[in-house]
C-alpha cells in the first residue's frame, strides 16, 4: 500500500499542502518523494512490495512527464516484454509499466489493466494532469477544488482537510482529464447473461477464483492472510495453502467473551495446515480503538466502525509482531453472491440491482475498511473476490441461479468448491455471520452500551437535528457522526449514507445493519 498525492496547479499554500501529504506516511513508511511537474507537484509515500530496490521509488518521469501510482498491476511482465524494445526499464516495479504505456495508447490504457490502482500522471506534452482509479475503487482516491478552482487528488481524504472546501471520493472506474470525469469501465453493468447450467457456471467460478488469488500471491515482500473462518476468507485461504510450498501464515481475532469465529478459524488452520496467530481483545481495547479507527477510517457509517475494530486490531497486532507486508482478504464475496438479508429478495431482477447497486458503493464501505485498517497498520490489502475477470463473470451469472432457492445462501460459491476438499463440509456449509458480529456479539454490545451512556434521551433528539445529511437514528449512530465531525468536519457526503438492508423489502425493514436483527439469522452466530 502506498500514497499518493497532486496539486494540478499552482499551491496557494505549499507549506499546507506539504503538510497534508504527511498524514499518509504510515501508508508508505519506506521512502518519500514531492517533485514539483508543470505549475504542480506530485508526491507519493513508497511501500516497497513489488521491485523492492531503489530504482523503484515514484514519481515516475519519461520525457518530463511523471506518474505516481498506489497499485498493483497484474500480468505487468507482458506489458514490459512489448514496450521493451522502444523503453528500457530501471526496476522490478509494476508501476513502471504506466507512462511508456500512456505514451502509446493515451488513457485507453486504463481500460486495459488488469489492477488495483489509483494514480496520477502529468502528461508534459499537453501540460495536463490526469488521474484515474480502478473499476471498483479498491484503491483509494479523493479529490477536491482550492479556492482558485484548482483540483487536487489524493489517497486519503485527511490528506485534502483544509485545503479544499468539499472533499469527495474519485468514481470508480473512470478516469479524469481537462476537468471531465470520463467512464472507462462500468463493471456492475452486464449487457446480458450467461447461459449456462449450474455445474459449468460453478466450475468457472471456482476457476476464476483460483487464478485471483494465484496472481496476489505474487509479491517481492512477504505475505500473510486474515482468516475469520467464515466461508470466504476460509477458500482464499485454502486455495493459496495449495498453491505455497510452505504453510501459510493465518490471522483470526476475537473477543476474550465470546468469540465466535475463533473456533473455526482453528478449524480451517488445522484443516489447510496454515502457520495460524489467534489475537485475543477486550472490552477496553474495542472502546479505546473507537476514535482512532473513526479517525483514521473517515467514516460514520455503523457497519463499516464495528467491523473496522477488529480489523483494525488485528493489522495492528500483525504489523507489530510480525514481518509480513501483504495481506490477502475475504471482501467482495457478499457483493456478488448475497448476504443474509439479500435471502429476502422479490425477484431474480432485484436481486441483481441490489448487487450492482453494492458493488458500485462498495467503495465507501467494506473496501474502505479494509483499504485502512491494513494500510494504517502499513501493509498492504489483496482482495482476490475482487478480481476483474471473477467480478465480471459473477455479475453476468443469471440472477435467477443466484437467488437463495436452496435453502443456503451462496450456494453457488460453496457447490463450486464441494467434494474437493478445499474445506471441511461444516465450514464450506457454515451459516454467513457479519464479521462485526462473529468476532464477538460483546463487541458491539459494549459498543452501543457506550454511546446509550454517553447521550441522555434529551441529547439525543436535540442532537441528531444538526445533520441534515445522513441524519443518526440511534445514539450509536450519532456517537460515531460526532466523532467523524471531528476530524472530518462538514465533508459527510464522501459517504453516500449507511450500509443497510434493502429496506424496500419485506422482513428488512430495521434499524440496525447487523445480520442478527433479521428474521433468516438463525445459526448464524453459532
Known amino acids: 500500500m502506498c500514497s499518493i498525492i497532486g496539486y494540478c496547479g499552482k499551491p496557494i499554500d505549499k507549506e499546507a499542502f506539504e503538510e497534508g501529504f504527511w498524514r499518509t506516511l504510515s501508508r508508505g513508511p519506506d521512502d518519500s518523494r514531492m517533485i514539483e511537474v508543470g505549475q504542480g507537484l506530485l508526491g507519493f509515500h513508497r511501500l516497497s512490495i513489488m521491485g523492492l530496490h531503489p530504482e523503484g521509488m515514484q514519481p515516475f518521469t519519461l520525457n518530463g512527464s511523471a506518474v505516481v501510482c498506489n497499485g498493483e498491476i497484474y ?13 528500457t526499464f530501471k526496476s522490478d516495479s509494476d508501476c513502471e509499466i504506466l507512462l511508456p504505456l500512456y505514451e502509446k495508447y493515451g488513457c485507453y490504457m486504463f481500460s486495459m489493466l488488469d489492477a488495483e490502482f489509483a494514480c496520477i500522471l502529468y502528461d508534459a506534452k499537453e501540460d495536463t494532469f490526469i488521474a484515474a482509479r480502478d473499476p471498483i475503487g479498491i484503491r483509494p482516491l479523493y479529490y477536491g477544488y482550492d479556492p482558485n478552482g484548482t483540483i487536487l487528488f489524493a489517497s486519503e481524504p485527511k490528506n485534502l482537510v483544509g485545503l479544499v472546501a468539499q472533499i ?9 482529464k481537462d476537468e471531465v470525469f470520463y467512464c472507462y469501465c462500468d463493471i456492475a453493468a452486464v449487457k446480458s447473461y450467461h447461459k449456462q447450467d449450474m455445474e459449468t457456471a460453478c466450475c468457472n467460478i471456482r476457476e476464476k477464483l483460483i487464478a ?36 501459510i501464515q493465518t490471522f483470526a481475532i476475537g473477543m476474550r467473551e465470546d468469540a465466535i469465529d475463533l473456533k473455526y478459524a482453528r478449524q480451517v488452520a488445522d484443516f489447510i495446515g496454515s502457520d495460524h496467530t489467534e489475537v485475543i481483545i477486550s472490552r477496553e481495547m474495542v472502546l479505546d480503538a473507537l476514535e482512532p479507527v473513526v479517525e483514521l477510517l473517515g467514516t460514520f457509517d455503523i457497519t463499516t466502525i464495528r467491523a473496522s475494530i477488529g480489523m483494525y486490531l488485528v493489522c495492528k497486532y500483525i504489523h507489530e509482531n510480525t514481518d509480513i507486508r501483504v495481506l490477502l482478504t475475504g471482501e467482495i464475496s457478499d457483493e456478488l453472491f448475497g448476504y443474509k438479508y439479500t435471502d429476502f429478495a422479490p425477484s431474480a431482477d432485484a436481486f441483481q440491482k441490489e448487487a450492482k447497486k453494492r458493488i458500485q458503493e462498495l467503495h465507501m464501505y467494506d473496501v474502505l475498511r479494509a483499504d485502512r485498517c491494513i494500510s494504517v497498520n502499513s501493509l498492504e490489502a489483496r482482495v482476490p473476490f475482487g478480481d476483474l475477470d471473477f467480478v465480471k463473470y459473477v455479475m453476468a451469472i443469471d440472477p435467477e441461479m443466484k437467488l437463495n432457492k436452496y435453502g443456503k445462501g451462496k450456494y453457488l460459491l460453496r457447490h463450486a468448491f464441494e467434494g474437493l476438499g478445499y474445506l471441511p463440509d461444516e465450514i464450506l456449509w457454515r451459516e454467513k455471520a457479519a464479521f462485526s458480529d462473529a468476532v464477538g456479539h460483546s463487541m458491539v454490545d459494549y459498543l452501543k452500551a457506550f454511546a446509550e451512556k454517553y447521550f441522555t434521551d434529551a441529547e439525543f433528539e436535540a442532537e441528531i437535528l444538526e445533520y441534515d445529511h445522513a441524519r443518526p437514528f440511534t445514539k450509536e449512530s450519532l456517537l460515531y457522526r ?4 471531528k476530524y472530518y468536519p462538514n ?4 459517504i453516500i449514507g449507511f450500509w443497510m438492508p434493502n429496506k424496500d423489502w419485506a422482513g428488512c425493514n430495521v434499524n440496525d445493519p447487523s445480520a442478527r436483527v433479521l428474521s433468516n439469522y438463525g445459526a448464524s452466530g453459532k
Do not use: N
Not at 75 to 86: T, V
Open 75 to 87: 500480468g505487468f511482465e507482458q506489458f514490459r516484454m512489448e514496450l521493451s524494445p522502444e523503453y
Open 491 to 494: 465533508q459527510s457526503q464522501m
Open 482 to 485: 460526532e466523532l467523524f465531525e
Open 168 to 176: 469527495l471520493p474519485f468514481p470508480p472506474g473512470h478516469y479524469y
Open 212 to 247: 485471483g488469488v494465484q496472481k496476489r500471491l505474487v509479491a517481492d515482500a512477504k505475505v500473510g492472510f486474515l482468516l475469520s473462518g467464515g466461508l470466504d476468507s476460509s477458500l482464499v485461504c485454502a486455495i493459496a495453502a495449495r498453491e505455497s510450498s510452505k504453510p
